[in-house]
């Protein structure tokens, strides 16, 4: 109630993220804007695919070298310039040092544990064939963040219980305090 208040007398950011049927979360594709927080000023951008950065390309280039980053919130790193990620100083860096084209491509989504990280491989990033994927993970919260998806009888998560459902998806699509 608080947020719709808020929302509705207050400006807003244009939103980010929308509900995805798999993964719980994804962002908004082909966003390109200035993010500003009381500590930064970033430049991000979304692709169409709903990551961040350039558009991936389903076909590697012959001698390229893809890595798959999957993370949290410091993978997806909205508060400094998408050149400015760790997704692309460290693909700029290897193929400076290497001379072979490396691609990084940045499967990062803020709020995501291990299991949604997995869900993010699975749908997602194995579509691109990675030689290596990354995988960033912050013992702060991302175990916790896995307790936001619920574990059938035997303990595990499975992909259906990921889904969201109309009425969560409405409000991961249009209020940020229930995303997660």
Same mark, same amino acid.
């Given at each position: 109630?608080?947020?719709?208040?808020?929302?509705?007398?207050?400006?807003?950011?244009?939103?980010?993220?929308?509900?995805?049927?798999?993964?719980?979360?994804?962002? #908004?594709?082909?966003?390109?804007?200035?993010? #500003?927080?009381?500590? @930064?000023? &970033?430049?991000?951008?979304?692709?169409?695919?709903?990551?961040?950065?350039?558009?991936?390309?389903? *076909? #590697?280039?012959?001698?390229?070298?893809?890595?798959?980053?999957?993370?949290?919130?410091?993978?997806?790193?909205?508060?400094?310039?998408?050149?400015?990620?760790?997704?692309?100083?460290?693909?700029?860096?290897?193929?400076?040092?290497?001379?072979?084209?490396?691609q990084? @491509?940045?499967?990062?989504? &803020?709020?995501?544990?291990?299991?949604?990280?997995?869900?993010?491989?699975? *749908?997602?990033?194995?579509?691109?064939?990675?030689?290596?994927?990354?995988?960033?993970?912050?013992?702060?919260?991302?175990l916790?963040?896995?307790?936001?998806?619920?574990?059938?009888?035997?303990?595990?998560?499975?992909?259906?219980?990921?889904?969201?459902?109309?009425l969560?998806?409405?409000?991961?699509?249009?209020?940020?305090?229930?995303?997660?």
């Amino acid at each position: 109630a608080v947020e719709l208040l808020v929302r509705t007398l207050a400006p807003q950011e244009r939103p980010l993220f929308a509900a995805d049927p798999l993964i719980r979360t994804i962002h #908004k594709s082909n966003v390109d804007t200035i993010r #500003k927080g009381s500590e @930064y000023q &970033s430049h991000i951008r979304t692709n169409t695919q709903g990551f961040v950065g350039e558009d991936f390309i389903a *076909k #590697k280039p012959p001698g390229a070298y893809r890595i798959a980053a999957l993370g949290d919130s410091f993978t997806e790193a909205f508060d400094v310039d998408v050149d400015k990620s760790f997704s692309a100083l460290l693909a700029g860096m290897l193929t400076q040092a290497r001379k072979t084209p490396y691609q990084v @491509y940045n499967f990062g989504i &803020s709020g995501s544990g291990s299991t949604h990280e997995l869900l993010t491989y699975t *749908k997602y990033a194995a579509a691109y064939d990675p030689d290596l994927v990354l995988w960033q993970i912050y013992l702060g919260n991302d175990l916790a963040d896995d307790l936001l998806l619920r574990a059938d009888g035997t303990g595990t998560s499975t992909v259906t219980e990921a889904r969201t459902g109309a009425l969560r998806a409405f409000l991961s699509n249009n209020f940020q305090a229930p995303r997660f």
